[in-house]
């Protein structure tokens, strides 16, 4: 049963809580509003609230507090309550000034969100940024109210953790309950025969022991082998992360008949990544989840049909323009185009707490962005490669100092050496072999971290404003035959990276085009690519013309 208690908003304005009230008058319903009128207040309203065992959703405070600097108060206030969002009103009369002093802890993630207090009513501007937040809170922090699926078990085992793992991914609500809780008993008793655990009950069907992830993905999306095999698809999707889902998106709208296979949940690399701050049209960010959930809808609206959990084992090109063959363990599928968009996975550090911070100062890849904010700051790279290197000369033009942490003893064997000369003649880099980083924290972003020095076995922490892990990334490309050119790293060719003897008349494939006609590859996948969420999905978009140029050929 769902807890009855209103998660609470706090607003905190000396003078301006009533107006403040008003403004939020229309949240009463969901929330319970509170008002204070310092930061002291607050503080004591939220030890209240968790001490009844509420939740408190959002803070909202006026830019200037009569007892603390606004940013001390919001550090005091995430002690007590670490995952509520945090908005400033800032008044119009001193907007401008404040704004100054905040900007650089806006950009530090202190808070989410600057505003204007709003000016009257309906400023509906205002109130989008702050249903965004409570949306965002509530996909992210808030035990679901209503739940499209409901699993009973006894314990909350590896593979329940797997099942609610890929529902929350896919955007489906869910509760876990006990046996012999009430909604276990009633889960129970619609299922038939001795039911065995984790039992699952989806989308209101009759309760089913899921066995493994790919058994609940079938339970609610089917199996690809449902598309019967005589069926041609305009255009098969392998892979649903930012690329494939552009792809996705742009190829139903413009009517082509679209199925997208991907082997665990939607979102690729991005449905991993918390929060996405450089994505344009998303001003507070946007987390990885949330964004590919709503690329999924979008898809799913003009007529995509999904299959998750099913990895493609095999692609079969078709001969002098018949079908293209995919093969998965549920069933084939054949398509007139394939678009490979399988991305890469990078090797990650097994820190959990550094996982925690990924996107607030720990990086996968050179974070071009994030490397402008570590101006006169220290920090950190991990990996002894060329792009680890790059890196490291890059951040160097902004960060007071470079540690490149590496397991060798040097950069020799991995490094080219033109690359380690620059990072010897830079005085801002320096490198810490031997060592590997075991730790690291902060508060709502990285502060510090451990070092291990494998040969003396010391442990030493040191600050640190950013961690960029560039640990080396492997392209999904294993199903993928020899016909499909790949470069040494075994990232997909395309356009004119395609070997000139593989060119027909001559011509080079298209931009995103691979070297068997009709297979395109956009995103991480595709060699020289970007590796970012905006390339990845503009890639999606602009393979969707290529491929209705080939179809247009075929007929
Ligand atoms: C932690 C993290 C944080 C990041 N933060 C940012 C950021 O803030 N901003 C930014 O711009 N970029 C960010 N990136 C990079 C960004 O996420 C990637 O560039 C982007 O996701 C690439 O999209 P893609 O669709 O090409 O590939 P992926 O996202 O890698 O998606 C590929 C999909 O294909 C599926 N797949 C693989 N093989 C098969 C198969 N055989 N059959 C079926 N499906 C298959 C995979 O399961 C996966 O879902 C981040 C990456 C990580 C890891």
Request: proline share 5%; hydrophobic share 40%.
């Amino acid at each position: 049963m769902s807890d009855q208690r209103q998660p609470a908003i706090v607003l905190v304005s000396e003078a301006r809580s009533d107006f403040l009230l008003d403004e939020f008058g229309r949240y009463a319903r969901d929330y319970d509003l509170r008002t204070a009128t310092s930061a002291a207040e607050a503080e004591a309203i939220s030890a209240e609230v968790v001490r009844d065992g509420g939740q408190v959703a959002l803070f909202v405070s006026e830019s200037r507090l009569p007892d603390a600097h606004v940013l001390d108060a919001f550090s005091r206030w995430r002690v007590v309550i670490p995952t509520a969002r945090r908005l400033i009103a800032a008044h119009w009369e001193t907007f401008r000034e404040d704004a100054v002093d905040l900007r650089d802890g806006l950009g530090k993630g202190k808070f989410d969100a600057l505003l204007l207090m709003p000016r009257g009513v309906r400023d509906e501007e205002f109130h989008n940024a702050v249903t965004e937040m409570l949306s965002d809170w509530g996909s992210t922090v808030a035990a679901p109210e209503v739940a499209a699926v409901r699993i009973v078990t006894p314990h909350v085992d590896v593979l329940t953790m797997a099942l609610r793992d890929y529902l929350d991914r896919m955007g489906l609500p869910n509760q876990t309950f006990a046996p012999d809780s009430p909604e276990g008993q009633e889960i129970l008793a619609k299922a038939p025969g001795t039911p065995a655990y984790p039992l699952v009950e989806a989308m209101n069907q009759t309760p089913a022991t899921a066995t493994s992830v790919r058994g609940l993905a079938m339970m609610i999306y089917g199996r690809p082998d449902e598309i019967t095999v005589e069926t041609v698809v305009d255009v098969a999707i392998v892979g649903a992360g930012p690329a494939g889902l552009a792809t996705a998106v742009y190829a139903a709208s413009e009517g082509l008949t679209t199925v997208a296979l991907e082997a665990e949940a939607i979102g690729g690399q991005a449905g991993t990544s918390s929060m996405i701050r450089n994505y344009l049209g998303f001003p507070r960010g946007i987390s990885g989840m949330r964004l590919a959930q709503r690329a999924r809808s979008q898809a799913v609206r003009f007529g995509t049909r999904f299959f998750t959990g099913w990895p493609v084992t095999e692609l079969v090109p078709g001969k002098d323009g018949q079908p293209h063959l995919l093969r998965t363990e549920g069933g084939d599928v054949r398509a007139r185009a394939v678009v490979i968009a399988s991305g890469v996975d990078y090797r990650k550090l097994p820190v959990e707490s550094l996982e925690a911070l990924t996107g607030t100062g720990v990086h996968y890849g050179a974070a071009m962005t994030a490397a402008r904010e570590m101006e006169g700051r220290d920090v950190y790279v991990v990996g002894g490669g060329n792009s680890a290197g790059q890196a490291a000369v890059h951040l160097a033009r902004f960060a007071r100092s470079v540690t490149i942490v590496i397991r060798r003893a040097g950069l020799s064997e991995t490094m080219s050496d033109y690359l380690i000369r620059e990072i010897e003649y830079n005085p801002r880099i320096h490198i810490e072999p031997a060592a590997e980083v075991v730790a690291g924290g902060g508060d709502g972003r990285l502060e510090w971290i451990s070092i291990h020095h494998i040969t003396t076995g010391e442990v030493s922490r040191h600050e640190a404003a950013g961690l960029f892990l560039l640990l080396g990334a492997e392209p999904h490309c294993e199903w993928l035959p020899a016909e499909i050119q790949r470069n040494q790293q075994g990232y997909v060719c395309t356009g004119r990276n395609v070997a000139r003897e593989r060119w027909v008349d001559d011509m080079p494939p298209g931009d995103l085009a691979t070297s068997v006609p009709g297979v395109f590859a956009v995103g991480d996948v595709r060699a020289g690519s970007m590796k970012r969420v905006a390339s990845a999905s503009g890639e999606g978009a602009s393979v969707v013309p290529l491929v209705h140029e080939w179809l247009a050929g075929q007929d």
